[in-house]
């Protein structure tokens, strides 16, 4: 029987988990787990990478590319 993935709990909000997001880089190279993000949207909560560098709380919205 196959078991469902388990998900972190978002430390902020305590009612969403945290769901890895992955992305594509400049060179079309996927990375994993380039975010995660709280499930809550009232949350909101997120932590990424840019460029090396850790990032948290910035607000979530759609790309505009």
């Known amino acids: 029987m196959h078991k ?3 998900f972190p709990p978002c ?4 009612a969403g988990v945290l769901l890895p997001l992955s992305d594509y880089g400049r060179d079309g ?3 994993t ?4 993000a709280c499930s809550d949207a009232a949350c909101g909560f997120n ?3 840019d460029n090396g ?3 948290y709380g910035r607000t979530v919205g ?4």
Do not use: N, T, Y
């Open 29 to 31: 190279a996927a990375i």
């Open 62 to 65: 759609a790309s505009l590319k």
């Open 11 to 14: 430390r902020k909000c305590g």
């Open 53 to 55: 560098e850790l990032s």
């Open 33 to 36: 787990f380039k975010a995660w």
């Open 4 to 6: 469902p993935a388990e």
């Open 47 to 49: 932590i990424r990478i």
